[in-house]
């Protein structure tokens, strides 16, 4: 698979890393995008803030010129806020969904063209944040249920040209994300064991390879999450209110 290339957004750290090293040792050439230095070996990294359009232009750009084609998107880049939703500040709420929401799809918009030559595939990184409201995250969960929604919406629109688009919701993943989200609140101790970014990208590789359309991560979560809004949503909000301190 020495031909094939993947552009991966927000390379420098968490689940970013994590897949450019997984795809790389699978064979494929990575351009990674950041705007901060990966520190591990790529065939490419450029210093980007994709929610400026010059720069996604710059990337795609550079891209094409160093490979000349593009197989696989990987569209990573995101943050986090804590904040209810009377306590974020609009200037927070509106760069929240500038990553997460308008550059991913502005994004997958720049490298189409290419995609469709190679018959590609988008995968975009959601979130189980998604599938479930979190009090004190529902800025999160909206953006993150925006992706959802663009990427289910975008698979059949792009069928004809034979490029397939896999939205990946992880749960719980160890990457450090509490510490570079926005917001003034902490989020409290989450039951369970955070799982490492490196079986993520393991899985998102399978389910790439296997043409897969969606990848829930771990897998037993999505029924998990159906439960609890069918039948326990009560509980839920409850519980929340608790561990989120949002009682009188």
Not at 44 to 68: H, M, Q
Not at 86 to 100: G, K, P, T, V
Request: aromatic content about 10%; proline content about 4%; hydrophobic content about 40%.
């Amino acid at each position: 698979m020495s031909d094939q290339t993947v552009v991966i957004t927000g390379v420098s750290s968490g689940i970013g890393r994590a897949m450019a090293v997984n795809f790389r040792n699978h064979g494929f050439k990575i351009a990674g995008v950041s705007r901060s230095p990966a520190g591990i070996d790529l065939d490419l990294w450029i210093c980007a803030d994709i929610t400026l359009e010059e720069d996604r232009s710059r990337i795609r750009s550079e891209v094409e010129n160093s490979f000349g084609s593009v197989d696989i998107l990987i569209n990573n880049a995101g943050k986090g806020l804590y904040a209810t939703w009377e306590e974020a500040d609009e200037s927070e709420l509106r760069s929240l969904f500038e990553l997460n929401f308008f550059a991913l799809t502005a994004m997958t918009r720049e490298f189409l063209p290419m995609l469709k030559k190679s018959r590609g595939t988008v995968i975009n990184i959601s979130s189980m944040a998604a599938q479930i409201w979190i009090p004190c995250m529902g800025a999160y969960c909206a953006s993150k249920a925006s992706v959802s929604m663009f990427s289910r919406s975008l698979r059949p629109e792009l069928k004809k040209y034979g490029i397939n688009v896999l939205e990946v919701l992880p749960g719980q993943i160890n990457t450090g994300f509490s510490a570079r989200a926005m917001g003034e609140r902490r989020p409290p101790d989450s039951p369970g064991r955070s799982a490492g970014p490196e079986r993520l990208a393991e899985s998102v590789y399978r389910a790439w390879k296997h043409g897969d359309k969606t990848l829930f991560y771990p897998g037993w979560m999505r029924w998990a999450v159906m439960i609890v809004r069918g039948l326990f949503s009560r509980f839920y909000d409850r519980r929340s209110i608790k561990i989120w301190n949002l009682g009188e």
